[in-house]
């Protein structure tokens, strides 16, 4: 073949391997066809996708990220930012084929598909198909419930490696992994996010961890620890559980182990653990985070993938939509000027939230009557209350100059209501309630003000390689 037609040949190809890329394998993708797969999106659809990498892996893989979204060079004011992530365990890799299967979907189906052309309209949606590329390689398909590749290259268990509300920082060092999706989640300000996992079928949320005072058999049978957003997260699970095909039946993965009422649980309440994600999202980041478990087997064979994609495409997409609840707005001063860095606070729920450089806040809740307190430097604070009804309620904020002395956001003892102590054998008994829970809640707080206080610093990044040290006790469930 002369060069000519042999450069003719391998354009073609090239050309060839552009148009195919509409159409994604059912297939485990290794790290080069998943970077591939995400360039040929983002070549396709330059106007609606953004690829970006937070980081690298241990071994220098990178954390690749697509936005997709109307406009991605674009940031209109209050259009809030969501995110997946999935593959954390580099050996439940179900999610990360349906990462790539859902940029394909949304993609190929904006401008016809009315729900989609609405959520990328009003929506900023991150996807992060794998946290743990590495560990994914050394990860063998057909293996439903063993440990390689679950950790990242140091072997560390990146579910167990964030700071933790109630234990403090991780013991391993900081993962570059971990540091990257801190940093990631620092700088922007997610208000929702889904986090897919494999090893069981049920969607689970905060808190994962419970306190340290807690009766010591509350750890070894788990016992639900709740948060004061309990109502809005059991809301999340279900919305992801009654959308897929079956996982809100409560399907069991083993035999002897207990079915999950309408396939959510409480964390903890399944098996409590330190340093998990979702309770970091949701107490420093500001963020709703549950964790989607979605396969019995960690690492089904690959022709299982379609029918993955079709048990959990309805809940894909409708949990997306579920950051349209509840309240957002702007805060701003009497000149018109937006304030950043302003606290915000749902009265009772003592997790609050800190406004963006334009001011915005987003917080999801269910409809009814709230309280919304709101505190900034120079300001007067102000109590509003706020009736948030079924979809998103627009409360802008003006806050006065200040007349009297600033005090410091405070940090008083969470008035949350309701702290029947009662043994969990009882709560085993209450069924899908979760009423009558262990009051996790009083028993804070190692971090106050780091809790309530998001800090949203300029950053700069700095991913060091941390050295081994693999963790020992890992709990085999997702
Ligand atoms: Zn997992």
Same mark, same amino acid.
């Given at each position: 073949?002369? @060069?000519?037609?042999?450069?003719?040949?391998?354009?073609?190809?090239?050309?060839?391997?552009?148009?195919?890329?509409?159409? %994604?394998?059912?297939?485990?993708?290794?790290?080069?066809?998943?970077?591939?797969?995400?360039?040929?999106?983002?070549?396709?659809?330059?106007?609606?996708?953004?690829?970006?990498?937070?980081?690298?892996?241990?071994?220098?893989?990178?954390?690749?990220?697509?936005? %997709?979204?109307?406009?991605?060079?674009?940031?209109?004011?209050?259009?809030?930012?969501?995110?997946?992530?999935?593959? $954390?365990?580099?050996?439940?890799?179900?999610?990360?084929?349906?990462?790539?299967?859902?940029?394909?979907?949304?993609?190929?189906?904006?401008?016809?598909?009315?729900?989609?052309?609405?959520?990328?309209?009003?929506?900023? !949606?991150?996807?992060?198909?794998?946290?743990?590329?590495?560990?994914?390689?050394?990860?063998?398909?057909?293996?439903?419930?063993?440990?390689?590749?679950?950790?990242?290259?140091?072997?560390?268990? #990146?579910? /167990?490696?964030?700071?933790? +509300?109630?234990?403090?920082?991780?013991?391993?060092?900081?993962?570059?992994?971990? =540091?990257?999706?801190?940093?990631?989640?620092?700088?922007?300000?997610?208000?929702?996010?889904?986090?897919?996992?494999?090893?069981?079928?049920?969607?689970?949320?905060?808190?994962?961890?419970?306190?340290?005072?807690?009766?010591?058999?509350?750890?070894?049978?788990? @016992?639900? &620890?709740?948060?004061?957003?309990?109502?809005?997260? =059991?809301?999340?699970?279900?919305? *992801?559980?009654?959308?897929?095909?079956?996982?809100?039946?409560?399907?069991?993965? =083993?035999?002897?182990?207990?079915?999950?009422?309408?396939?959510?649980?409480?964390?903890?309440?399944? *098996? &409590?653990?330190?340093?998990?994600?979702?309770? +970091?999202?949701?107490?420093?980041?500001?963020? $709703?985070?549950?964790?989607?478990?979605?396969?019995?087997?960690?690492?089904? /064979?690959?022709?299982?993938?379609?029918?993955?994609?079709?048990?959990?495409?309805?809940?894909?997409?409708?949990?997306?939509?579920?950051?349209?609840?509840?309240?957002?707005?702007?805060?701003?001063?009497?000149?018109?000027?937006? !304030?950043?860095?302003?606290?915000?606070?749902?009265?009772?729920?003592?997790?609050?939230?800190?406004?963006?450089?334009?001011?915005?806040?987003?917080?999801?809740?269910?409809?009814?009557?709230?309280?919304?307190?709101?505190?900034?430097?120079?300001?007067?604070? #102000?109590?509003?209350?706020?009736? %948030?009804?079924?979809?998103?309620?627009?409360?802008?904020?003006?806050?006065?100059?200040?007349?009297?002395?600033?005090?410091?956001?405070?940090?008083?003892?969470?008035?949350?209501?309701?702290?029947?102590?009662?043994?969990? &054998?009882?709560?085993?008994?209450?069924?899908? &309630? #979760?009423?009558?829970?262990?009051?996790?809640?009083?028993?804070?707080?190692?971090?106050?003000?780091?809790?309530?206080?998001?800090? /949203?610093?300029?950053?700069?990044?700095?991913?060091?390689?941390?050295?081994?040290?693999?963790?020992?006790?890992?709990?085999?469930?997702?």
């Amino acid at each position: 073949m002369s @060069s000519a037609i042999a450069t003719l040949f391998l354009s073609s190809l090239v050309l060839f391997s552009v148009v195919s890329a509409l159409e %994604v394998d059912f297939t485990y993708h290794r790290f080069p066809q998943m970077t591939n797969v995400l360039r040929q999106l983002n070549r396709e659809y330059p106007e609606m996708t953004k690829l970006y990498s937070v980081g690298k892996s241990v071994q220098g893989r990178d954390l690749w990220v697509m936005l %997709v979204t109307r406009d991605p060079d674009d940031e209109p004011l209050l259009k809030p930012n969501i995110k997946y992530i999935a593959n $954390m365990h580099g050996n439940e890799p179900v999610g990360r084929e349906l990462m790539l299967h859902l940029l394909q979907h949304l993609l190929s189906n904006y401008g016809s598909d009315s729900y989609v052309t609405w959520l990328l309209d009003n929506t900023r !949606i991150h996807i992060m198909p794998s946290m743990n590329p590495d560990g994914f390689e050394v990860a063998q398909e057909g293996e439903c419930s063993g440990v390689q590749g679950r950790g990242n290259a140091n072997n560390v268990d #990146l579910n /167990r490696n964030f700071p933790d +509300y109630f234990a403090g920082p991780s013991k391993a060092p900081t993962q570059p992994e971990t =540091r990257a999706v801190m940093d990631w989640i620092k700088k922007t300000q997610f208000v929702l996010s889904g986090n897919f996992h494999g090893g069981a079928l049920v969607a689970s949320y905060p808190f994962d961890n419970i306190p340290a005072n807690s009766p010591r058999n509350f750890r070894i049978v788990g @016992s639900p &620890s709740q948060t004061p957003d309990d109502d809005v997260f =059991r809301h999340l699970a279900e919305v *992801y559980s009654f959308n897929h095909k079956n996982m809100y039946v409560g399907v069991t993965c =083993r035999d002897g182990s207990p079915p999950f009422p309408n396939g959510t649980t409480n964390g903890a309440a399944w *098996y &409590s653990l330190i340093g998990g994600m979702q309770d +970091y999202n949701y107490v420093w980041a500001s963020c $709703m985070e549950i964790t989607l478990e979605i396969s019995c087997c960690k690492y089904p /064979r690959h022709h299982l993938l379609p029918q993955f994609w079709t048990d959990n495409k309805n809940a894909i997409l409708q949990y997306l939509g579920e950051v349209h609840r509840g309240v957002w707005g702007q805060v701003k001063d009497s000149n018109n000027n937006p !304030i950043s860095n302003a606290t915000v606070k749902v009265m009772g729920r003592d997790f609050g939230f800190k406004t963006t450089d334009r001011g915005e806040y987003w917080r999801v809740l269910r409809p009814g009557t709230y309280t919304l307190q709101v505190e900034a430097r120079g300001y007067d604070s #102000l109590e509003i209350p706020v009736k %948030v009804t079924k979809g998103v309620t627009i409360q802008n904020i003006t806050l006065n100059p200040q007349t009297g002395t600033y005090h410091e956001p405070h940090n008083e003892q969470p008035a949350y209501q309701g702290y029947p102590s009662i043994s969990p &054998s009882q709560q085993e008994n209450s069924g899908t &309630s #979760l009423r009558g829970l262990w009051p996790t809640y009083r028993n804070l707080l190692k971090q106050p003000k780091e809790a309530v206080i998001f800090p /949203r610093l300029s950053y700069g990044v700095n991913y060091r390689q941390q050295p081994s040290h693999p963790l020992l006790n890992y709990n085999i469930h997702g």
